[in-house]
């Protein structure tokens, strides 16, 4: 790496997919800025991505390979006899781990996992991981568990964000990925989020809304269990917990009951739109006028049709996050969803569209590229489905799946249900973990690979929009790359992956995504390196999905009615049914300064500082009722540590917001296995808890 260089690639947090420039002097970054015309960032970069770089050299990153001492200890009898004689010439790195050469131990991992295939059969393996990593990567990752394994089970992070987005698109309009750029954000009318704290989890895409309400050049309406920062700049519609569904049906029986659908669209884009109607109509929880049985949402009734009013009679685009997701519903949710811009022509149009807020950098692109058990490379139907990880779990606890490998997820902290997460990989003969840090996981790892990160190598990344990317590294380094240590494993067994640099594996890729990426060559990459593409791209890349036709078989899309289910908070609201003084309803999410399980953010001092531990939000109104600034929370799951309380105003009465960015806080040990009923994606959003307060002594000054 030259010395005082500046450098552009892309920011390894959200799924914005910001475009940044480093200043690098000696191989060490100084500084990361956004140009003033950048594409994504549009000059600004969020504190993350401006401030978060302080991982790359941390002292703690894992600059080796490692294999646990009791995973020598057990299989020393078994391995062959050249593994067998330089195990036992092996370095103490700690008191768990041995530090081991990088070709014994990819080779370790291939007599492994040979070894647990032949004793057990194929199916007891599984891989998880790759939307942290880049699309070579990702695309390996699918194909080592697929090829060089033979096993159907590999899945990614998306099974607890947004496989539920999914699938409610690819039902109603053939393509589960978002429709527009984010610029539209500045040729719309009107703008509705739902269920995304934007200002935190993806700040660059808020600014363009801030900016758009300001100029005035369009309405916003934010759609929450709470009242987020974002809706200080429009309209905030305060909704009960897992009422999603409800609200979006009843949104559709104003459009319909007032006759503001698009019949001209309807007749030329869509299909079983009078089965649907004639559903909407007459379903009970779909008139607005239900709200009013709601005890302390009363006021749905009249804002729920001055918000369908705003979306159909306006040029309109939705927004919506893991709130709207991560629930039983979550899929049908989305397809209600879909129903809204199908019924008033807001898809395929500059300035409208359906978005989904992706949350890890490159989830996108590892959807794309197969990590999910029931697609293949471009969404393809695999050979054999294999199973999704709460299956596997189960499978796991059964003693069926003996072996994972896990890519750039920590399993054993963002997943739900933890004490049986634990259970599950406790109950493995092998882990083999690709990580820049000891996380929860890779604690539990039998061998670890130290591997580069995003500001180490080249590769493409595809954002929330379709946008890709080509990363470059801003410094250098000896670790390998995710795809590297794959091919490296998979040469020992059947030494059919014969790539030799990044560029290699991306021209095999963008073939197997090929309605997707073919004409996205590293070149073009390069050239457009600041603006990006947005796929599909051939010659030309495409900003705007469905514009003439839906991406379905026959170019149509689908209503798919259904029913919201009475439960949980609205059910007993409605019924009237007392709350014991120790029960609330629990929310999840992100803040601004730490990312997901907080393992890059917490290296950076200059955003651990801001937020080092997790925080429970509750409403100052109930500051009495819960009666200490410290709690515990329970479920018949498990229980949090304790964590301290903040009384706001924002919060409604008899609910409360956490964040689960620190594993200490043991906030995913209070979820069970309850999920959205198609695609398993975690009821995060929404959690009946039992609190305790405690009482914690002050020291004294």
């Known amino acids: 790496m030259q010395h005082g260089s500046d450098i552009n690639s892309v920011c390894t947090y959200c799924g914005t997919g910001c475009d940044i420039t480093a200043q690098v002097e000696h191989n060490k970054i100084i500084k990361i800025y956004a140009q003033n015309d950048g594409y994504v960032s549009q000059g600004k970069l969020c504190i993350k991505g401006a401030q978060g770089f302080g991982f790359v050299d941390s002292s703690e990153r894992i600059r080796n390979a490692r294999v646990k001492k009791s995973f020598i200890e057990k299989n020393i009898d078994e391995l062959p006899r050249e593994l067998k004689a330089r195990a036992k010439t092996l370095k103490s790195f700690d008191e768990n781990y041995f ?7 990819t080779s370790l991992a291939a007599w492994k996992l040979m070894d647990i295939k032949e004793k057990y059969g194929r199916h007891a ?14 695309y390996i990752f699918q194909k080592f568990v697929r090829n060089a394994m033979n096993s159907p089970h590999v899945d990614n992070c998306a099974r607890v964000c947004h496989s539920a987005s999914l699938k409610g698109m690819r039902t109603t309009i053939g393509e589960g990925a978002a429709t527009n750029p984010f610029d539209d954000i500045f040729k719309t009318e009107n703008i509705i989020v739902m269920g995304s704290n934007t200002t935190e989890a993806h700040p660059i895409v808020s600014n363009r809304m801030i900016k758009a309400v300001r100029d005035k050049t369009a309405t ?6 709470r009242q987020t920062q974002l809706a200080k700049f429009g309209e905030a519609m305060v909704i009960p917990y897992e009422a999603n569904l409800l609200v979006l049906n009843m949104m559709a029986y104003v459009i319909l009951s007032e006759n503001l659908y698009d019949m001209d669209f309807i007749e030329s884009r869509c299909m079983g739109f009078e089965e649907y109607k004639e559903s909407i109509l007459n379903d009970p929880f779909a008139n607005p006028e239900y709200t009013k049985n709601i005890k302390g949402y009363e006021y749905l009734a009249e804002q729920i049709p001055q918000v369908a009013r705003l979306y159909a009679t306006k040029k309109s685009m939705f927004f919506w996050g893991l709130g709207i997701t991560e629930h039983l519903d979550g899929s049908y949710a989305v397809m209600a969803i879909t129903h809204l ?5 807001n898809v395929g149009k500059t300035g409208t569209g359906l978005m989904p807020l992706r949350g890890q950098n490159n989830v996108q692109g590892a959807c794309d590229t197969g990590c999910l ?15 999704m990880t709460p ?4 499978e796991m606890i059964a003693g069926k799946v003996k072996a994972m490998y896990v890519m750039g997820e920590d399993i054993a902290h963002i997943h739900p249900n933890q004490n049986k997460v634990h259970k599950g990989l406790e109950n493995l003969e092998l882990i083999i973990s690709n990580e820049l840090f000891m996380n929860e996981v890779t604690k539990m790892a039998d061998i670890i690979f130290g591997v580069k990160s995003a500001y180490e190598k080249t590769g493409v990344y595809v954002n929330a929009m379709r946008r890709l990317h080509l990363s470059q590294p801003l410094v250098d380094t000896d670790l390998p790359d995710d795809w590297e240590v794959l091919r490296d494993i998979e040469n020992k067994i059947n030494g059919e992956f014969e790539f030799k640099d990044s560029e290699d594996v991306w021209n095999e890729a963008k073939e197997a995504v090929g309605s997707r990426f073919s004409g996205a060559t590293y070149h073009k990459l390069a050239k457009n390196r600041n603006r990006g593409m947005l796929w599909p791209i051939k010659k030309e890349d495409t900003p705007i999905l469905h514009v003439e036709d839906f991406r379905t078989t026959d170019g149509k899309g689908t209503f798919a ?21 120790n029960e609330f309803y629990l929310t999840t999410g992100r803040t601004i300064v730490q990312y997901n399980n907080a393992a890059q953010t917490q290296r950076s001092e200059a955003l651990n500082s801001k937020y080092d531990k997790d925080v429970v939000l509750a409403s100052i109104e109930d ?32 609910t409360l917001f956490t964040t689960f960015h620190h594993a200490a806080s043991k906030v995913n040990y209070i979820f069970g296995d309850e999920a959205d009923e198609l695609i398993m994606t975690a009821k995060f959003k929404s959690v009946r808890v039992e609190i305790e307060p405690i009482f914690i002594e002050k020291e004294e000054k």
Do not use: W
């Open 391 to 394: 299956h596997l779990i189960d």
């Open 125 to 138: 393996f599984c891989g998880m991981g790759g939307a942290r990593t880049s699309c070579e990567s990702s």
């Open 220 to 225: 916003l309406t934010v759609i929450d269990v």
């Open 99 to 105: 530090e081991a050469p990088y070709e014994f131990t």
């Open 623 to 654: 500051k009495d009722r819960i009666g200490s600034d410290h709690i515990i929370m329970r479920t018949q799951y498990g229980e949090t540590a304790v964590l301290p309380v903040k009384f706001v105003k924002t919060i409604k009465q008899g």
């Open 341 to 345: 811009a199908m019924l008033t022509g």
């Open 561 to 581: 009615y259904h029913q919201y289910q009475l439960r949980e908070q609205v059910k007993k609201l409605v019924n009237k049914e007392e709350f014991a003084k």
């Open 373 to 387: 058990p029931y697609f293949g490379p471009d969404y393809s139907q695999p050979e054999e489905v294999g199973l």
